[in-house]
């Protein structure tokens, strides 16, 4: 038999390699868009980071600058308060004594205070006062104790409107300049509480 009667087995055409797809041409927009995105992004952050730490110094530079400059300003407070105080207690001490000066009746208050705290005075009784109130304090006296028996002493120091009292046993210190001893003294604890409380 010839080949022309033999059946054949069909066999599939050889496969032809396919030629590569042609490939897409980048998006260079995209790329480009992608690649801006991610440099701001890490500049952002790095430039935030930097802008903070350097806000932080600023921050600490400042609170030290102003604390130095607050430093003298705290003693200038300090010195100005003492010297206002001062001055507040020179005026006050030049009213009280021009008050006294002009008042006719202050001296007879204080001698009858006075005169009161030594309780039951019984025997001789020492007035010293400044001559400017002895004649109104004997005046006094002699219109309201005249039995007590009371040697009125002169003396020039002591500022008017004040005097100092005495018995054998007892003493009042009744001055003028005792007085404002203590008002100087209160002022000036509440100056320091005030400067203590400030500090």
Known sequence: MSDAGRPRSWQPPPLREAAPAA????????????ARAEG????????????RAKAEGTARELAALLENMATPFRQQESGLLRELSELVVQVATAVVQ????????????????????????????????????????????????????VTVH?????????????????YVDASTERRLDEVVRALRESRGAVGGAES
């Open 154 to 170: 002169t003396d020039a120091a002591l500022l008017r409107g004040g005097c100092r009292v005495a018995t054998a046993e007892s």
């Open 40 to 51: 701001y992004a890490a500049g952002h952050a790095e430039g935030l980071a930097a802008g």
């Open 23 to 34: 490939a897409a041409p980048p998006d260079t927009a995209a790329i480009a868009e992608r």
């Open 98 to 149: 021009r008050e006294l000066e002009t008042s006719s009746g202050a001296i007879e208050a204080v001698l009858a205070e006075a005169l009161e705290l030594l309780e039951a005075v019984e025997g001789p009784v020492d007035v010293h006062l400044h001559p400017a109130d002895a004649a109104l304090v004997r005046e006094w006296l002699a219109d309201n104790l005249p039995k007590l028996a």
